[in-house]
């Protein structure tokens, strides 16, 4: 049970959840994408906001700013949720469209508030579970795509709810954090993803 609760943070880490976003979007979308196109565009998202990240991880632990993926310490998010909003402007300016992809365009541009406002908490010394925030924001994504292609996605909404409890139990089971960081996490995943569902919904 322990390797099973631990497994959830790797699967569902937050780096990976907008490139699974950018995935969902693909699959269910009905309009026509280019191939290549299509390739292009999930690359694109795999290394700005996944490789580049990963990357830089391992600068910031060799020049000791941070001591592990996990970002235990609060003090230890400010440099990386920083770099993180800047490759997430980094995507909305040169990666989507609002009018070609409005739907991932905002997706991203939510994904952007809600790391804005962790990072806000960490200048006030709060904590919240970054691995709540961003499986609790592509759930909501995935809502939307079916509620707007009118498409039934009742299975994977259900995969995605379990998913979620999977991660809450994860780190609650590890000490990461505490139910109240993990609540903090699912409404600033969730809130500016349906804020923003005005805009292409």
């Known amino acids: 049970m322990n390797i099973f609760l631990r497994i959830g943070a790797y699967i569902f880490?937050?780096?990976l959840m907008p490139l699974l976003g950018t995935f969902f979007y693909f699959i269910i979308t009905p309009r026509y994408v280019e191939?290549?196109?299509?390739f292009a565009k999930l690359m694109a998202v795999c290394i700005i906001t996944f490789l580049i990240p990963l990357v830089t991880y391992f600068l910031l632990k060799n020049l000791h700013v941070v001591s592990s993926i996990q970002l235990?310490?609060?003090k230890e998010r400010k440099v990386p949720l920083m770099l993180q909003c800047l490759l997430l402007l980094l995507v909305i300016k040169m990666v989507?469209?609002?009018y070609d992809s409005p739907e991932l365009y905002y997706f991203f541009v939510a994904i952007l508030f809600s790391a804005i406002t962790a990072l806000l908490l960490v200048f006030f010394k709060q904590k919240i579970s970054l691995h709540q925030m961003g499986i609790a924001g592509v759930t909501?994504?995935?809502i939307a795509l079916s509620v707007h292609f009118k498409v039934n996605l009742l299975i994977w909404i259900i995969i995605m709810f379990i998913a979620n409890g999977w991660v809450a139990s994860s780190r609650l089971h590890t000490n990461s954090?505490?139910?109240?960081e993990l609540v903090l996490g699912l409404f600033i995943g969730v809130?500016?993803?349906l804020i923003?569902?005005?805009f292409w919904l």
């Open 196 to 198: 923003l569902l005005n």
């Open 177 to 180: 954090h505490t139910p109240v």
């Open 72 to 74: 235990d310490d609060v």
């Open 191 to 193: 809130i500016p993803q």
């Open 96 to 98: 989507f469209d609002p």
């Open 13 to 15: 880490h937050p780096l």
């Open 35 to 38: 191939r290549d196109l299509l």
């Open 140 to 142: 909501m994504f995935l």
